[in-house]
C-alpha cells in the first residue's frame, strides 16, 4: 500500500486531482469538500482511486452518490460564490479595431429584448481563438467573444449572432434537471431560432 497524502486546496471550483509520484498517492481536493459528509468523501475517494488504477471498476453508485452532492443547491451556490470571490478575469474591453461590442450589445437589447437587458461586462478575448468563439461567464458577469471576429471580412449579423446567443443565456441561466445542467432548454433554442440570419451566421462560423 503507497502513502497516502491528502490535501484541500484554495480551487476556484470542486476540482479534485490525484497521481502517483515516487511511490507516494498524492490526492488534491478543493476545500469547498473539507465539510462534506463521510459518504461522499467515501466516494471520492473510490472515485480518485478508480481513476488512477482502473476506470472500469468506477461504482455508479458512488459516482451518483458525489454528483447528487455536488448537484445540490447548497453546494451550486457556494461554488458560484468562491468561483467570483477567487477567480480572475482578463478583461481587454469592448472596442476592437473594426467593430465595438457595447454597440453591437446595445443594438440587439434595443431589437430584441425592448431594450431592458441589463448590459454585462463586454470584452474581446486575448487571441483569434476558433475553438473558443464566445461564452458568458456567469461568475463574473461577463461576455467573452473571440478576437477572431473581429476583422473587416466578418459580416455584422455573424458577431450580432454569436452576442445576441450569449444574451439568451443571461435571460435563460443554467438549471437543474435532477444531475443534469441544463444549458440550452427549449425555451431557450426557440429565442435563437428568431434571429433573422440564423443560417447565414452559422454557415460563416462553420467556414471559420
Not at 85 to 96: N, S, V
Not at 128 to 146: P, W
Request: proline share 4%; with cysteine; hydrophobic share 40%.
Amino acid at each position: 500500500m503507497p502513502v497516502i497524502q491528502v490535501k484541500f486546496r484554495r480551487f476556484t471550483s470542486l476540482n479534485t486531482r490525484i497521481r502517483l509520484r515516487e511511490g507516494q498517492i498524492l490526492a488534491s481536493l478543493s476545500d469547498l469538500l473539507e465539510g462534506a459528509p463521510e459518504s461522499v468523501i467515501h466516494a471520492i475517494a473510490h472515485i480518485l482511486l478508480a481513476k488512477l488504477y482502473d476506470k472500469r471498476k468506477l461504482d455508479p453508485a458512488k459516482a451518483l452518490r458525489y454528483k447528487r452532492f455536488c448537484a445540490s443547491a447548497a453546494v451550486t451556490r457556494q461554488a458560484e460564490l468562491i468561483r467570483t470571490a477567487r477567480g480572475t478575469k482578463r478583461f481587454f474591453g469592448p472596442e476592437g479595431r473594426f467593430f465595438n461590442l457595447e454597440e453591437v450589445f446595445d443594438s440587439l437589447n434595443t431589437r430584441f429584448f425592448g431594450g431592458l437587458m441589463g448590459r454585462p461586462e463586454l470584452t474581446w478575448s486575448a487571441h483569434h481563438s476558433k475553438r473558443s468563439l464566445g461564452h458568458y461567464d456567469a461568475a463574473h458577469n461577463t461576455i467573452v467573444v473571440s478576437r477572431v471576429f473581429d476583422r473587416p471580412s466578418s459580416p455584422r449579423y455573424a458577431i450580432e449572432y454569436l452576442l445576441y446567443h450569449e444574451m439568451l443565456h443571461l435571460k435563460h441561466p443554467v438549471r437543474m434537471r435532477g444531475l443534469r445542467r441544463c444549458v440550452h432548454s427549449a425555451e431557450f433554442k426557440a429565442e435563437e431560432a428568431q434571429f433573422p440570419n440564423l443560417k447565414e451566421a452559422l454557415a460563416f462560423i462553420r467556414r471559420l
